[in-house]
């Protein structure tokens, strides 16, 4: 089976067949889009918030909001349609022990930036595995939407379908 794989700060998606995964989520977030009728799937690696907040610099893809829209675009030529989809959210560890300021808090406004864009964009979550302090992996089966997802925390291997 063919698996695409998704670095930081950018993103694929693909329809039917394949897998696409994506390593190391840590503050980073990843987010899944799948329509079920059309079975098209589509996964973001997104490692900041907002564009804005950081000038609009650089790749596109690297941040939630604008990563999103990209991801949406090409989901969108391949047939898939927001309306009828379903988003994942995974990732957003609190990876920075000691850290108190809010702008080091990168995990959690990824997550709240994700959950914020999609609900603008009428799109459905209906899963996450987000915060804590391990790093995740994940794969989209392109066939069936079902999201693998594989946890590294207090070095225990945690796995779990969503």
């Known amino acids: ?15 039917k067949v394949g897998i ?7 503050s980073c977030v990843g987010i899944t889009l799948y329509d079920p009728l059309k079975k098209v799937g589509g996964l ?13 610099k650089g790749n596109p ?3 939630v909001d604008t990563g999103l829209q990209l991801l949406l675009k090409d989901f969108q030529k391949l047939g898939g349609n927001p309306r009828r989809s379903e988003a994942k959210i995974f990732g957003g560890a609190h990876m920075f022990t000691n850290v108190a300021s809010d ?9 709240e930036t994700a959950k914020r864009g999609l609900k603008r964009l009428g799109i459905k979550l209906v899963a996450e595995d987000t915060g804590g302090k391990g790093g995740r ?9 079902k999201v693998r997802m594989r946890k590294v925390s207090g070095g225990k291997v945690v796995e779990k379908i969503y």
């Open 103 to 111: 702008q080091l808090k990168i995990g959690a406004r990824n997550v």
């Open 44 to 56: 973001l690696h997104a490692l900041l918030p907002e564009a804005t907040h950081y000038g609009n």
């Open 20 to 26: 696409i995964s994506t390593y190391g989520l840590g």
């Open 1 to 15: 089976m063919q698996e695409i794989k998704v670095g930081i700060g950018d993103y694929a998606v693909g329809k």
């Open 61 to 63: 893809a690297k941040y």
């Open 137 to 145: 992996t994940i794969y989209l089966d392109l066939s069936t939407g």
